[in-house]
């Protein structure tokens, strides 16, 4: 386990910070003050970090310094029904959520310094299923990882999930129709989506709380009322 250096600022790896949420979790977090560093297959990342390749993983955990924080924003969209999916789409997508974040953090634990966090992304979907069946397994998987690795880590590191509704000008989001988005809205108790800042902050709390592990926070304005 990693040991804090002291008056060094406290340090985020955001594995997925380009996209729409993980960007807005990197901008709230250096606001509040945190180093945060990126994680991505694309050139301008901090870390070149490809999760569907096993030794881009082991590469990428040893190109990162000491952890106060991990936040696995990556993401696969839903895009095949039972009907329309194939191997190769369902290993992408336990390899985007599942594999890959548990093989970086197999080879990076030792970088997590004493009362750091780990946080992922989950889905509604997880609960009460996606018309994509490999999406909604995935999620799923999410769920029951981070309470595996929140026994295995404990009492070091403290591992939790958001599964958030549809976030406001996400990728999914644009693509919905505007029939399919209303449906959302009155589902919603609170009668309107996620902001992408709320979506964030709410990441955030749980980067941040001391005494929160195991968890998965619902944030979906009721919705989905999950257990």
């Known amino acids: ?60 955990s040893a190109a990162s310094p000491p952890l106060d924080a991990l936040v ?11 009907s329309e999916l194939t191997g190769r789409h369902a290993a992408a997508m336990f390899a985007t959520h599942v594999t890959g974040p548990l093989l970086f953090i197999r080879s990076a ?20 299923g996606s018309y994509d069946p490999c999406y909604a397994a995935a999620k799923g998987a999410t769920i029951a990882l981070a ?19 549809i976030v406001e000008d996400s990728p999914v989001a644009r693509k ?7 449906r959302h809205r009155e589902a919603s108790l609170l009668e ?4 992408m800042d709320e979506c964030a902050e709410a990441v955030c709390f749980l980067v941040s709380h001391p005494h929160v592990t195991g968890a998965t926070l619902h944030l979906n304005g009721g919705e989905f009322l999950g257990a």
């Open 147 to 165: 309470r595996t690795l929140a026994k295995e880590l404990a009492p070091d590191v403290r591992v939790n999930v958001l599964s958030p509704s």
């Open 109 to 128: 634990r030792h970088l997590l310094a004493k009362g750091s966090s780990i946080v992922f992304l989950s889905s509604p979907a997880a609960y009460r």
């Open 1 to 60: 386990m990693a040991q804090v250096q002291e008056g060094r600022s406290q340090r985020a790896l955001v594995i997925g910070g380009l996209g729409a949420i993980g960007g807005a979790v990197v901008r709230r977090l250096r606001d509040a003050g945190w180093e945060c560093l990126v994680a991505s297959r694309s050139p301008s990342a901090d870390i070149s970090l490809d999760v569907g390749d096993e030794a881009s993983v082991v590469t990428a």
């Open 192 to 195: 309107r989506t996620l902001s």
């Open 176 to 182: 919905m129709t505007p029939d399919f988005r209303a």
């Open 72 to 82: 696995i924003a990556t993401n696969l969209e839903p895009s095949a029904s039972l």
